[in-house]
């Protein structure tokens, strides 16, 4: 079973225009993490979050944690055609002690030029 | 940091055969974990090494996947008598075991097909 919910499934932009997806999880976690994979290749760790954070930035990437809520956001700015990939949510549960991430479906992102 | 190597990158082999796929993790990583991938979903948990001991295996990981992690360097993942449910793309993530909130860094995969 997987822990988080993406939304939407499937994103299509143009170049320059800000991208946003978001996740929901179940339980209470350690971390939250944001991966991005392309098309055949394993993922890439894009920002990590703590649970006593709320938000963070890495370049053109933004992400919120809402630990009340059970949700977080990705938004990525200026987007360029090289951002199309499949993004994923991951979850470190406060239940486990190793570091295992539960992921969702992910959110499949086409930016066009 | 040459990054987490798998190998082979493809594997076809037909049901009922047994096959045996190789992680080499970044170096100074401890804990390796496995997952598997399927299309449409994000990577699932299979199995989790701190050093050479194996600490959780999940659900998914029937009688016929075994996982071993050496002297604590690489890991191979083994799944005998192949079924067709077992295509999928292993994963393999390794990270520093220095506590809480390290990310793990992936490899590329190995996508088995089963005919």
């Known amino acids: 079973s997987q822990q988080g919910e993406e939304d939407p499934q499937a994103l299509s932009i143009q170049e320059g225009e800000n991208a946003t997806m978001n996740c929901s999880y179940k339980?209470?976690?350690?971390?939250l993490q944001w991966y991005r994979q392309n098309s055949g290749r394993g993922l890439v760790h894009l920002i990590l979050?703590?649970?006593?954070?709320r938000e963070k930035h890495s370049g053109r990437l933004r992400v919120t944690l809402d630990t009340s809520k059970k949700s977080s956001s990705l938004l990525i700015t200026a987007s360029r055609a090289a951002d199309t990939a499949s993004y994923f949510c991951?979850?470190?549960?406060?239940?486990?002690?190793?570091?295992?991430?539960?992921f969702g479906a992910g959110t499949q992102v086409v930016v066009t030029p | 940091d040459t990054g987490v190597s798998q190998n082979p990158r493809h594997k076809i082999t037909k049901r009922g055969q047994n096959v045996t796929f190789r992680c080499d993790p970044i170096?100074?990583?401890?804990?390796l974990y496995w997952y598997r991938q399927t299309l449409g979903q994000g990577p699932e948990f299979l199995t989790y090494?701190?050093?050479?001991?194996?600490?959780?295996k999940s659900r998914l990981l029937s009688d016929r996947f075994s996982a071993e992690r050496p002297k604590g360097s690489f890991s191979t993942l083994e799944i005998q008598r192949t079924e067709q449910g077992d295509s999928a793309m292993y994963l393999c993530?390794?990270?520093?075991?220095?506590?809480?909130?390290?990310?793990?860094?992936f490899g590329d995969g190995t996508r088995l097909s089963i005919l």
């Open positions: 993530a390794s990270s520093l075991g220095t506590g809480l909130n390290q990310p793990q860094h």
């Open positions: 339980t209470s976690i350690n971390n």
């Open positions: 979050i703590r649970s006593n954070e």
């Open positions: 991951a979850t470190d549960a406060e239940t486990d002690s190793w570091g295992k991430l539960q």
């Open positions: 170096s100074e990583h401890n804990r």
């Open positions: 090494f701190q050093n050479e001991a194996q600490l959780e």
